[in-house]
């Protein structure tokens, strides 16, 4: 790996209360003892776009992108609602909180950064973009049903909602416990 490669994502920042909310639902799916690596607190967000590494100087043409799609989207209001797991027809890999009010308008600033910003991803993911919360990614089938039995109740208070007023261009640095995310810049929708 190029040594001036920064490995980056676009994405959006949750607030404090919703994160801590969003532990409360680890913690108690942490007492069924499956074998699980959560996603810490601090690290809780939701992906727009994945560029993996790009050059250094890259970064300011990618800003730049950012920018232009942010200052023509409006704020919003993000609510999470439920949670699930990815893929659906067999074992989980990902567990993530769903998305509900604001929906449309994630999926709209993921399109329109998905054309300016293909030259400066690692590789291309043709997948069609599903806004989520990653909170956990499982690594075993270790206690799996009663996981699966537990999503299949809805989350208690989880209804939480937000203002969205930022895009967050991010530094991901790979740790050997997790990534160590840093915010590059943050661009301000209209």
């Known amino acids: 790996m190029n040594p001036n490669n920064i490995r980056t994502f676009i994405a ?3 607030d404090e209360r919703i994160r801590l909310k969003i532990k409360k639902i680890q913690d108690h799916l942490k007492n069924i003892d499956a074998d699980i690596t959560w996603v810490k ?3 809780i967000h939701l992906t727009l776009k994945f560029l993996g590494n790009v050059p250094g100087e890259s970064i300011e043409k990618i800003s ?3 920018c232009q799609v942010a200052k023509n989207i409006s704020s919003f209001d993000l609510e999470l609602t439920n949670y699930g797991y990815f893929p659906k027809n067999r074992s989980p890999q990902v ?3 769903n998305v509900d009010e604001g929906k449309d308008s994630i999926k709209k600033i993921a399109a329109a950064l ?3 910003l293909e030259a400066f991803c690692e590789k291309v993911d043709n ?5 989520h919360i ?3 990614r499982v690594k075993s089938n270790k206690n799996i049903s009663q996981l699966l ?3 299949s109740k809805p989350p208690a208070s989880l209804n939480e909602t937000q203002k969205v007023r930022f895009v967050t261009l991010f530094k991901s640095d790979l740790k050997s416990s997790e990534p160590e995310y840093t915010i590059i810049k943050k661009f301000q929708l209209i």
């Open 134 to 136: 990653t909170i956990g």
């Open 64 to 66: 730049d992108a950012i």
């Open 12 to 14: 959006l920042e949750l």
């Open 127 to 131: 997948k069609e973009f599903s806004p």
């Open 149 to 151: 039995a537990e999503f």
């Open 95 to 97: 567990l993530w909180i």
């Open 114 to 116: 998905a054309s300016p």
């Open 41 to 43: 607190p601090e690290n």
